[in-house]
């Protein structure tokens, strides 16, 4: 099976600064990592993906780092506002299957 | 449009009703899903529909009844629940429903209180 952990429950930066966001899988056929957003009261947004052939991938304003030889995902957000106050998921999809495992979220709160 | 969409927001039943969820995605996508989140935990997916035919179910209790009308549209049947059954209820879909799937939107989801 698949369990994804480590991660922190809350994280707190001050607006401006970068945050990074960490999460930890057990599997090695894992084949698809995702980040997913939630805001309070919606669902999960997409951010942002990687596929196991690739260790960093880029959007705005957002990294996904995957370090697959320790199991290793990051969500990195560069200057942090307001608005990324939210639950962060990371989610994990082992080749060849169609559930995604998520692990516990991370709750990151911003400092004016 | 990349929007899945949910009906309704909120909705308040007894232990003896039967209602419905609805989910609707206009994307071409040929997968669906259910997933219950209760307050701060990650979604735990219920259901998938691949290609319209049921092709997950995580042991779900039968009180609750998927059902995939078309490719557009995913219900989920509810009756006889539980107040532990109490939860946002979130539909997802994704372009691709066997084999490698890929990302998966969600929808708002329902607010579900069993009273």
């Known amino acids: 099976g698949e369990s994804v952990g480590l991660h922190l429950p809350t994280l707190s930066v001050q607006e401006g600064d970068n945050s990074i966001i960490n999460c930890a899988y057990s599997n090695s056929a894992s084949d698809y990592f995702i980040w997913y957003k939630q805001e309070s009261g919606k669902g999960p947004q997409f951010i942002i993906d990687i596929r196991s052939n690739m260790d960093k991938r880029q959007g705005q304003r957002v990294t996904v780092l995957l370090n697959k030889t320790v199991k290793h995902l990051s969500l990195q957000i560069a200057a942090t506002q307001p608005g990324d106050s939210a639950v962060y998921f990371c989610a994990v999809l082992r080749k060849g299957a169609q559930k995604l495992v998520f692990g516990q979220g991370t709750r990151l709160t911003i400092n004016p | 449009d990349t929007e899945v969409t949910q009906t309704p927001k909120h909705l308040v039943m007894g232990m003896t009703n039967k209602k419905s969820l609805k989910c609707e995605q206009h994307m071409g996508h040929r997968a669906m899903y259910w997933y219950k989140q209760k307050a701060k935990k990650p979604p735990e997916l219920m259901f998938v529909?691949?290609?319209?035919?049921?092709?997950i179910n995580e042991s779900v209790p039968s009180r609750f009844s998927p059902e995939c009308p078309n490719s557009s549209l995913l219900n989920l049947h509810l009756h006889a629940l539980q107040p532990e059954d109490s939860a946002l209820y979130l539909c997802?879909?994704?372009?691709?429903?066997?084999?490698?799937?890929?990302?998966?939107?969600f929808g708002p989801g329902t607010r579900l209180t069993v009273t």
């Open positions: 997802a879909s994704s372009q691709q429903g066997g084999g490698s799937t890929y990302e998966q939107y």
């Open positions: 529909y691949s290609y319209e035919k049921l092709s």
